[in-house]
């Protein structure tokens, strides 16, 4: 009997031939899907639709789609880093677009988790203080990058500042790190279908006993922050603002500051 013989592998000519047919297939591509952007941002001033168009929720359903895809190599990283590119240089097409950052005592990785999450597109400034940030962010198309420090309480302004909301956690993957800032603006929050709930409140006592109050209820979560009287919670799932659930966990001055999906790779 004849032996099989294993194909031949192909050259390193062959492969780099192939590499640049299939760049050139890409840059055709994100081209096409450039115009494409343009052309919505022309179709929403004919209809007559103003104001930033970031949406957050179609944003996630867009990537979680992309990765319930069948690929070979491409790993998850690769994928949300590119359509986060791809996805903020369409936002900036359709209008104004920029991001403030307050990174507290991690400054240069803030700005990292924003450019992971933002892309390049957008410009991005610093500021001195939270607050600063939060302004930046009621101005069009704006959006505040804010670290989750110890000892800063600046999301409790949001309980004041309605509008406001967090939307995104930053990173958006597990594998980058634990969630360390968030991103605010005035953009509407919808629910994705894996989703984390923002929510604070001034109840007095341990963290731990307030968790144990919400678990009574049927609802899940975990610590942030604490600092200035106020708890920061991360909430399993979505709650709309005025939830009786959380009416009736511990504290007078509490409420739903904003909500975000969960890391893509959980």
């Known amino acids: 009997m004849g032996r099989d013989v294993p194909p ?14 299939v760049d050139g297939e890409l840059l055709r591509l994100l081209d096409e899907r450039a ?26 359903h867009v990537v979680r789609a992309l990765l319930a895809q069948p690929r070979e190599t491409a790993d998850t990283a690769l994928i949300v880093r590119v359509w986060r590119e791809v996805m903020a240089d369409s936002l900036s097409r359709q209008g104004p677009f920029h991001l403030s950052v307050w990174g507290g005592k991690s400054e240069a990785h803030t700005v990292e988790l924003a450019r992971l999450r933002f892309g390049a597109a957008p410009p ?8 600063e940030a939060l302004a930046a962010a009621r101005t069009p198309g704006g959006v505040a990058v804010l670290a989750l420090e110890t000892g800063s309480a600046w999301w409790g302004r949001l309980l004041a500042q309605p509008t406001l909301k967090i939307f995104a956690t930053l990173p958006c993957l597990a594998q980058w790190g634990p969630l360390s800032a968030v991103a ?18 001034d109840a007095p006592g341990s963290a731990a006993a307030v968790l144990d109050a919400l678990g009574r209820d049927g609802v899940a979560g975990g610590l942030l922050g604490e600092a200035g009287g106020l ?28 909500a975000a999906p969960e890391p893509f790779d959980v």
């Open 124 to 131: 991005l400034a610093l500021t001195a203080k939270p607050e």
């Open 8 to 21: 031949a592998a192909p050259s390193l000519d062959a492969v780099r031939a192939r590499i640049d047919a």
């Open 231 to 258: 708890k920061l919670f991360a909430l399993a799932g979505f709650y709309q603002v005025n939830d009786e659930r959380l009416a009736r966990a511990p504290g007078g001055l509490s409420g739903v500051i904003g």
């Open 35 to 60: 115009s494409l952007a343009a052309a919505v941002a022309e179709a929403k001033r004919a209809a007559g639709q103003t104001g930033f168009g970031l949406r957050p929720d179609r944003e996630a």
């Open 184 to 201: 605010v603006s005035e953009v509407p929050i919808e629910p994705t279908g894996a989703d984390m709930t923002f929510w604070v409140t």
